[in-house]
Nanobody, 129 residues
Framework: VQLQASGGGLVQSGGSLRLSCAAS????????IGWFRQTPGKEREGVSS????????YYAPEVRGRFTISRDNAKNTVYLQMNNLKPEDTAVYFC???????????????????????WGQGTQVTVSS
């Protein structure tokens, strides 16, 4: 079971990147997905999440309207499209997945790292001003 994150890089403020998270050894379909980010000295924070049937998404307020989470079941891959990037978006980004069915407190659960069973290795995003 492995998640392989890619797509990070250096971009100027206002630019775009698309992060990918490819799964191997299991099927992402029917699993909830989360993207998190972390900067040195800070806790990992939730950025966006997608529920198991793709019917519900959530975005942290600081990225809402700029980031889009999506899934391609045929490629067993999830994506995070990031537009209008800002220097404060600079971080290592992680994808994660869980098969847990969350019935109550979905947003809080999906934005909490301990909810997730499997994690990608992280990809660095650096936004220059």
């Amino acid at each position: 079971v492995q998640l392989q994150a890619s797509g990070g890089g250096l971009v100027q403020s206002g630019g775009s990147l698309r992060l990918s998270c490819a799964a191997s050894g299991f099927t992402l379909r029917d699993n909830a997905i989360g993207w998190f980010r972390q900067t040195p000295g800070k806790e990992r924070e939730g950025v966006s999440s997608l529920n198991s049937d793709d019917s519900t998404t959530y975005y942290a307020p600081e990225v809402r309207g700029r980031f889009t989470i999506s899934r391609d079941n045929a490629k067993n891959t999830v994506y995070l499209q990031m537009n209008n990037l800002k220097p404060e978006d600079t971080a290592v980004y992680f994808c994660a997945t869980t098969a847990k069915i969350i019935k109550k407190g979905w947003i809080v659960a999906m934005m909490t790292p301990s909810t997730y069973a499997y994690w990608g290795q992280g990809t660095q995003v650096t936004v220059s001003s």
